[in-house]
C-alpha cells in the first residue's frame, strides 16, 4: 500500500533553514508528481510546491526563491530545503501522492 513518511521538522527562528523529507512507498515513485503543502491553524491547506517525475517544479509565489522542492528518485524520496523561513511559514507540512496523504510534520518558525 502506499506510505509517505515526513520527517524534518522543528523549530527555527526567522531566517533559519530545514530541509523536509518524505520516503515514499508502494507505487511507482519515479513516474509520479509529488508535492508538499501546508496547513496553518484556521487555515485552507494549500500546495507549496510540486516536482514531477523528471524533475520540472513549480511553487507558490510566498516561497519562490527561498523554498527548493527535489527528489531522489534512486531513494523514492522528495525533499523540500526551506531557507529564510519566516513565522508565516508555521505550519503543519505534508507530503502528497495522487490522493494519498503522509501525516505530516510540524514546522514552526519564531521571531
Known amino acids: 500500500q502506499v506510505q509517505l513518511v515526513e520527517s524534518g521538522g522543528g523549530l527555527v527562528q526567522s531566517g533559519g533553514s530545514l530541509r523536509l523529507s518524505c520516503a515514499a512507498s508502494?507505487?511507482?515513485?519515479?513516474?509520479?508528481?509529488m508535492s508538499w503543502h501546508r496547513q496553518a491553524p484556521g487555515k485552507e491547506r494549500e500546495l507549496v510546491a510540486g516536482?514531477?517525475?523528471?524533475?520540472?517544479?513549480n511553487y507558490v509565489d510566498s516561497v519562490k526563491g527561498r523554498f527548493t522542492i527535489s527528489r531522489d528518485n534512486a531513494k523514492n524520496t522528495v525533499y523540500l530545503q526551506m531557507n529564510s523561513l519566516k513565522p508565516e511559514d508555521t505550519a503543519v507540512y505534508l507530503c502528497?501522492?495522487?490522493?494519498?496523504w503522509g501525516q505530516g510534520t510540524q514546522v514552526t518558525v519564531s521571531s
Open positions: 508502494g507505487f511507482a515513485f519515479s513516474r509520479y508528481y
Open positions: 516536482i514531477t517525475g523528471w524533475g520540472s517544479t
Open positions: 502528497s501522492y495522487a490522493n494519498f
